[in-house]
């Protein structure tokens, strides 16, 4: 059985991501505190762990390549690491980009999910360093198998996704989104175009959300006017 999944960010009132241009609280209060929120709701869920696209993956842990080699052909089977009972940071990285130099991604251990065409070498470098992996079929983008397979070799029974916008969108069309839970930071972007909170990369004909409708089950105002939307994810007819 897959893991549950919590799609969990942070954004402006106007579902912006790039944090950097929002406009400042009202009433000076440091942007830290306030951005700290997003973690304390986070421990709320009791995940087994965190999932990340391969940009934001390069920001926690990405390091140059040390340009192993293997010793021969690698079977595309699943590798179970050494995880030290720790929580995870699942990586969705299709074509094998992302350098970690360690087993770790901010102390959890890393699970990276690749397609099958990823080279040896790039294998044999993610055991050196301890890292698990999966294969999400040829390309990499299976994700109801990678799910799958996180479950059923991992025990992993519930994570917390907090891609960007492309990623969350997959995910959303793909229907393996169960919960949304979303912090609304008390600014502004306004500028067409900026990356969102769901960007599905499809046709304009496309309904990513086709088919689903959300349950409330919480609302909170937090300190410094942050408010915390949490809804669960419904299947309906039509």
């Known amino acids: 059985m897959r893991p549950k999944i919590i799609c969990h960010m942070i954004a402006s009132i106007d579902g912006r991501l790039l944090t950097d241009r929002w406009t400042p609280p009202v009433d000076g209060t440091d942007d830290a505190q306030l951005f700290a929120h997003y973690d304390a709701v986070a421990e709320r869920f009791g995940a087994d762990g965190w999932m990340a696209g391969r940009k934001s993956m390069e920001e926690y842990t990405g390091v140059p390549g040390r340009g192993t080699q293997a010793a021969g052909p690698i079977p595309r089977d699943i590798h179970v690491a050494e995880r030290k009972g720790r929580a995870v940071g699942v990586a969705l990285d299709p074509h094998g980009k992302i350098h970690y130099g360690g087993d770790n991604a901010h102390g959890d251990h890393v699970i990276a999910i690749l397609g099958e065409d990823v080279s040896d070498d790039y294998l044999a470098e993610l055991r050196e360093d301890g890292v698990s ?106």
């Open 133 to 238: 992996y999966v294969f999400a079929g040829a390309d990499g983008r299976d994700l109801p198998l990678a799910l799958e397979r996180l479950g059923q070799y991992f025990g992993l029974q519930t994570l917390i996704l907090q891609g960007g916008g492309v990623v969350n969108g997959a995910f959303l069309q793909a229907g393996l989104i169960d919960e949304i839970s979303v912090l609304v930071y008390p600014g502004i972007d306004g500028l067409a175009g900026v990356p969102s909170i769901f960007e599905y990369l499809g046709e304009s004909h496309e309904k990513p959300a086709s088919g689903k409708a959300l349950r409330h089950l919480a609302t909170e105002t937090l300190a410094g006017g942050v408010v915390w939307l949490h809804y669960r994810v419904e299947r309906v007819e039509g």
